[in-house]
T-cell receptor, first 111, second 113 residues
Framework: GEDVEQSLFLSVREGDSSVINCTYTDSSSTYLYWYKQEPGAGLQLLTY?????DMKQDQRLTVLLNKKDKHLSLRIADTQTGDSAIYFCARGANRDDKIIFGKGTRLHILP | DTGVSQNPRHKITKRGQNVTFRCDPI?????LYWYRQTLGQGPEFLTY????????KSRLLSDRFSAERPKGSFSTLEIQRTEQGDSAMYLC???????????FGQGTRLTVV
């Protein structure tokens, strides 16, 4: 199977919460990341979590990590049209090591 | 600082031709990474440098691919004898020593016809 797996599509109504899920296989992953990619734009780091944490909150973003199940999720509260993008889950072994990405989840916002 | 700069932004080439892309990282970032992204996929790691030293190469990087960072600043990625399967977005990223975040450029889109 793939190293980092995530569902390909998610549709959410504007104002609702979006939850994007991800699983990974490598237990040596020390850093887990969420990147955002908008059309015509480069990859932007949204947030990351260190493997000894189980939750991180940053404004509308909440990251949950279940290290035992190797499951990572990104919750976006009060989803806005500007949140429409592809969200990549990614992992890294060390602080400035190469990053391994999932295939991305395309978030579509319904009016 | 203008961020990570990649040139050209777009390249169309005929199969069999050689192409070279350039990446200018953020000033004083000692780590530089190359990734490749095809439609519907996430970025795939190709190689990375710490200063001028190439530390790791993916098995995706065939013998036709070569990357250099001669003075530890800008980097070039060359593809020899291009094939249609090389069509992709080539992304460059850089990070300072010990950083958590890698900063990505907007990429070079290669189309092999």
């Amino acid at each position: 199977g793939e190293d980092v797996e995530q569902s390909l599509f998610l549709s959410v109504r504007e104002g609702d919460s979006s939850v994007i899920n991800c699983t990974y296989t490598d237990s040596s992953s020390t850093y887990l990341y969420w990147y955002k990619q908008e059309p015509g734009a480069g990859l932007q780091l949204l947030t990351y979590i260190f493997s000894n944490m189980d939750m991180k909150q940053d404004q509308r973003l909440t990251v949950l990590l279940n290290k035992k199940d190797k499951h990572l999720s990104l919750r976006i509260a009060d989803t806005q049209t500007g949140d429409s993008a592809i969200y990549f889950c990614a992992r890294g072994a060390n602080r400035d090591d190469k990053i391994i990405f999932g295939k991305g989840t395309r978030l579509h916002i319904l009016p | 600082d203008t961020g990570v700069s990649q040139n050209p932004r777009h390249k169309i080439t005929k199969r069999g031709q050689n192409v070279t892309f350039r990446c200018d990282p953020i000033s004083e970032h000692n780590r530089l990474y190359w990734y490749r992204q095809t439609l519907g996929q996430g970025p795939e790691f190709l190689t990375y440098f710490q200063n001028e030293a190439q530390l790791e190469k993916s098995r995706l990087l065939s013998d036709r691919f070569s990357a250099e960072r001669p003075k530890g600043s800008f980097s070039t990625l060359e593809i020899q004898r291009t094939e249609q399967g090389d069509s992709a977005m080539y992304l460059c990223a850089s990070s300072p020593r010990g950083a958590t975040e890698a900063f990505f450029g907007q990429g070079t889109r290669l189309t092999v016809v």
